[in-house]
């Protein structure tokens, strides 16, 4: 197994390219599954993930390649088609539930094993499946696996409104409504900025969206969708890591890519700490010049609120801010596993249920650390690269599935940081 050793290196500087984001990739692949013609997605990042998505839609019946060194994922679905999504690969990753929806619009019928808890929370499927239900579709729990069954005819349009706006439920929604008869309207839905890449996928393939962005979605069944050739809108999540390290390191770093629509909410708090931020032609320059950060309250919240995928690396940048800051996590109840890794880098961090208090330390030293899931293991990367001495952290399997090239990227800006075989 591989481990990643950092060394606090002083300042960044220079450009990063940012990715095509991973949340929108992995649900614009199952979309694939709802046309006989080939779905082409450019700007597709190079991530583990991905793999295990491409290596489950397989095993439904897709033919995919890849070309340009993985940015171009060709799928089709012409041939025949399984409905079975099998437990082997659904419990790698969360985001398999999202061929669902999917593959109960096309085929009628799915089988999708549930993906059980992970490491930040239960994460159930109670909105996808209620939704379902109120589109006609049957849906049992047998063995650890949902067997849903849609009415002879089809899935039906209907009026949904979620108890929360969840991602997943609004995407599994949104696909399954796009071959279902008459509209449905998704009401608290998400408004992600993954859910509008989606809805313009779906559009470019022939579907009837309306609304994506708000709270209130409608879409209008249509009889078949065509082929279509989508670019994955940039990952505002490895943006928002990235500009994480010169407001932590100071320097000036430019995130090629990346808009201030993506990352509002993020970039407010960032301006509050004492970084600026600035949109450019090219993406988004973060520049750090003097002076401590001072300390923030944070709070995570559905889009357009803090993400909670950026909670973790905010952290690391508030372990050495000026003052007490208060992290409150609302989206999952479990997500602060980062915290008691940071406190062995010397940070001082108390959690009660979903409220972390981060008292500033004047600097952070270098530690062994063990990356607990995929955003909190980059948060220990960018904590070791502004703490004094060497930081090895350990299971950096998390990191391959929504970071591409991290070491290349960050050695780029001028990090200390290099990938090993554990000893
Ligand atoms: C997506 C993202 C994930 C991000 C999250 C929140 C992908 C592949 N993953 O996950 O990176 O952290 O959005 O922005 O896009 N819930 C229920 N019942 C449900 C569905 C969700 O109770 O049926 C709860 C979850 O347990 C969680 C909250 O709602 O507490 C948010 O989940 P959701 O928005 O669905 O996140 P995901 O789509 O799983």
């Known amino acids: 197994m591989d481990q990643i050793i950092v060394t606090g290196n002083g300042a960044v500087n220079g450009q990063i390219p940012i990715a095509g984001a991973k949340n929108a990739c992995l649900t614009l692949m199952p979309a694939c599954l709802l046309s006989e013609e080939p779905l082409t997605l450019t700007n597709a990042p190079r991530l583990s993930d991905i793999k295990t998505m491409t290596e489950l839609l397989e095993s439904l019946g897709a033919e995919i390649s890849t070309l340009s060194d993985g940015q171009v994922i060709a799928m089709s679905c012409h041939g025949e088609m399984n409905h079975v999504a099998d437990y082997e690969i659904v419990r790698k990753m969360r985001a398999s539930n999202l061929v ?61 409104d979620f108890p929360f706006a969840s991602v997943g439920a609004t995407e599994n929604i949104m696909m399954a409504a796009t071959l279902a008869k008459g509209t449905t309207v998704i009401n608290n839905a998400a408004r992600e900025p993954e859910i509008v890449d989606l809805a313009d996928c779906l559009r470019r393939m022939g579907a009837q969206i309306s609304g994506d962005g708000t709270s209130s979605i409608t879409i209008e069944g249509v009889d078949r969708l065509g082929a279509a050739t989508h670019p994955v809108v940039t990952d505002r999540i490895e943006l928002g890591t990235y500009m994480l390290a010169p407001a932590i390191c100071g320097g000036e770093v430019e995130c090629l890519g990346g808009r201030l629509s993506l990352v509002e909410s993020f970039v407010e708090k960032l301006n509050m700490a004492g970084v600026d931020v600035t949109e450019t032609d090219k993406g988004l320059k973060v520049a750090r010049k003097n002076g401590r950060l001072k300390a923030l309250d944070v709070t995570t919240e559905p889009f357009p609120g803090f993400p909670t ?115």
């Not at 549930?114 to 209620?130: E, Q, V, W, Y």
């Open 309 to 423: 995928d950026l909670q973790a690396q905010m952290m690391a940048m508030l372990c050495t801010a000026s003052g007490t800051s208060v992290l409150e996590e609302k989206i999952f109840e479990n997500r602060f596993m980062h915290a008691p890794e940071l406190v062995r880098m010397g940070a001082s961090i108390e959690v009660h249920g979903g409220t972390a208090t981060v008292h500033g330390v004047d600097k952070l030293k270098g530690a062994p650390v063990m990356a607990t899931d995929l955003r909190a293991s980059v948060s220990l990367i960018l904590a070791g690269m502004a703490a004094e001495g060497e930081t090895v952290v350990r299971r950096v399997y998390h990191l391959d599935r929504g970071y591409e090239k991290v070491v290349s990227k960050l050695s780029g800006i001028g990090a200390k940081i290099e990938r090993v075989k554990e000893t």
């Open 100 to 160: 669902l929806g999917p593959l109960l619009a096309r085929l009628g019928e799915a089988v999708v094993s549930l993906p059980g808890g992970c490491a930040i929370g239960a994460r159930p499927m109670d909105i996808h499946t209620d939704g379902l239900e109120l589109m006609g579709a049957t849906i049992e729990l047998k063995d650890g696996y949902l067997h849903a069954k849609a009415p002879t005819g089809g899935l039906k349009g209907a009026v949904i």
